[in-house]
Structures are given as structure tokens and as C-alpha cells.
């Protein structure tokens, strides 16, 4: 089996993301069947809940729910939801129109709540200007952090996606000096360097992958976000599982040491949710461990 390619492709000029509910009492077979079919792995992820599963009396191994962190310092909202799509093109007119067809297959079992565009700003950057994904594996080693391997048929070849978004408040960050703003990143924004005294809030050494017991290793594909007078990240981590993931967000909270990441100065997020990335198969996204 093979992965849906684009949690290893580069991240696009634009994307949707679509998260939906699963509608009480009704049966989701069909339609996820019909997204599978539908959603090539390129322009269109799927990604499972684990409500879902549990709908359907299934248990993908590593499939949980987003997790509650009641010491997080500051709180870390949770917003699990059913179903998640990850749209991704050139341009937002057609992940809008795709958006729409896939809806429509969707719709019988499951209702959409949430929709965020996003977009890639200027090389790969934040809002803010830092570069984010310096730290990405590349190649085999991408391979390796990403996607499940030596689980069985159904299992091998997909992935484990984190979703966040961050809402950042630029006038606490624009009050900020530049020289507050690197630390807090623990890089020069314009040589995108590691500051070697940088603070131990710095977000890279709240992150740094190779820093956990087992490492922490993940495929970063975050892109900025804007509506109205908002604006900030739309965080996505694709992993073998979600362990790495969280291991670096309860460092991010303070669950190891009590220091928090300094990002939250100015950063917060406001949704989070986990999704199991099923591998392609000879008719699209192969379902087999969810029994279908």
C-alpha cells in the first residue's frame, strides 16, 4: 500500500480544509465509501476519526481521539470531529468547486461544521515571517516519520494527521522588539539560523525532535490562514502515529519541565483534532481496517 501523496509532496499554492460531524443515527458506510472513490490522495486527503471508526465497531491500530491536557499551560482546546478533508491546488475557486462535490458524497452520513482556506506565504513562511518546517525530514527520513510501516495490510502506508488553528494576535507580536520576536521563535527571522542562546521557551527547543525519548519526528505541511480581521496558522503534522505530535505539544505546555513555549505570548490555538490518513489502494483510499 501506498501513502496518499500528498502528505509527502511539498504543500501547494492553496488549501481547504473541510471538518464534518457524523450525523446522529445514520449509517456511514456509504458515504465513505464514496469518498474513498472520490478523494485521490493529491488534491483530496481523507481523514478518518475515531468516532467513525468506532461507528463501525472498527479499531485501526493508534487511531485516538484528540487529547484532553488539563495541566496545559495555557489550555489546549480540543475540537475532534468526525471527518476531516485536506483540499489542495492552485487556485481557492476550484477547491471551493471540489469542496462542494465532495460534500454533496458526504452529506448523507455526515454534515460539515467547519471550512478554512489556507495558502502558502511567500517560501513556505508563517504570518510572522519565520520559515516553518526547517526541521522536516526529507526523503526515506520523511518516510519514516510519516508513514506507518510493518502493521499489516490496511495499516501500512497510512498516516496519523494532527490539526491545529492557531489564531495569532499581531499587535502583541508587532509591539514585540525583533529581538523578543527571534526568541521567542529561537531563530533570526531573516537568516532563518538557530539562536545558540536562545531561551529555553524558544518554540525550537520546546521542539527540537531529536531532543525526546523516543525522537519526535514529524512531517510538518502548516499553512497560513486569513478571515476578516483574523488571521494565523492552520497547523498539520503528519506521523507513524500520533505519539511524536503530542509528546512535543505536552513539552509545548509545560507537562515536562513547566516552562511554556513562548509562541503562546502571541499565538493560541483554537481547534484540535485527529484524523488516521487510510494508504491508497488500486481504487483510491483503501478502507479495509475500517471493515469496508
Known amino acids: 500500500m501506498t501513502p496518499q501523496t500528498a502528505i509527502l509532496d511539498p504543500i501547494p499554492d492553496h488549501a481547504r480544509h473541510l471538518f464534518f460531524e457524523l450525523r446522529p443515527a445514520t449509517d456511514p458506510r456509504a458515504a465513505l465509501c464514496a469518498l474513498a472513490a472520490a478523494c485521490d490522495g493529491s488534491s483530496a486527503v481523507l481523514g478518518i476519526g475515531a468516532g467513525v471508526a468506532a461507528a463501525l465497531s472498527a479499531h485501526p491500530a493508534g487511531l485516538r481521539a484528540f487529547p484532553e491536557l488539563p495541566d496545559a499551560r495555557p489550555a489546549i482546546p480540543v475540537t475532534q470531529q468526525a471527518l ?15 469542496g462542494h ?44 516519520a510519516a508513514i506507518a510501516q510493518g502493521q499489516g495490510a490496511g495499516i501500512d502506508g497510512s ?16 509591539a514585540l522588539p525583533r529581538s ?7 531563530r533570526a527571522r531573516d537568516s532563518n539560523e538557530e539562536l545558540e542562546d ?68 502571541f499565538t493560541r490555538p483554537l481547534t484540535g483534532g485527529y484524523y488516521w490518513c487510510p494508504p491508497l489502494g488500486a481504487a483510491g483510499v483503501d478502507l479495509q481496517a475500517l471493515g469496508l
Not at 124 to 132: H, Q
Request: glycine share 8%; charged share 25%.
Open 159 to 174: 498516516s496519523f494527521a494532527a490539526v491545529q488553528q492557531w489564531l495569532h494576535d499581531f499587535q502583541v507580536y508587532d
Open 84 to 98: 476531516w478533508l485536506w483540499l489542495r491546488g492552485d487556485e481557492p475557486g476550484g477547491l471551493l468547486l471540489l
Open 101 to 144: 462535490a465532495l460534500e454533496a458524497l458526504a452529506a448523507p452520513a455526515f454534515a460539515r461544521v467547519q471550512a478554512i482556506d489556507s495558502f502558502r506565504h511567500r517560501d513556505s513562511r508563517d504570518l510572522t515571517g519565520y520559515e516553518d518546517g526547517t526541521e522536516n525530514p526529507k526523503d526515506e527520513a520523511a518516510v519514516e
Open 198 to 265: 536562545a531561551p529555553e521557551s524558544a518554540h525550537v527547543k520546546r521542539t527540537a525532535q531529536e531532543d525526546f525519548e523516543p525522537e519526535a519526528f514529524v512531517v510538518r505541511r502548516s499553512m497560513p490562514w486569513t478571515a476578516g480581521a483574523d488571521a494565523g496558522l492552520v497547523f498539520l503534522a503528519f506521523g507513524k502515529s500520533f505519539d511524536a505530535f503530542e509528546a512535543q505539544l505536552r513539552r509545548m505546555t509545560g507537562h515536562d519541565d513547566g516552562i511554556s513555549d513562548a509562541l503562546f505570548s
Open 180 to 186: 523578543e520576536q527571534d526568541n521567542c521563535f529561537g
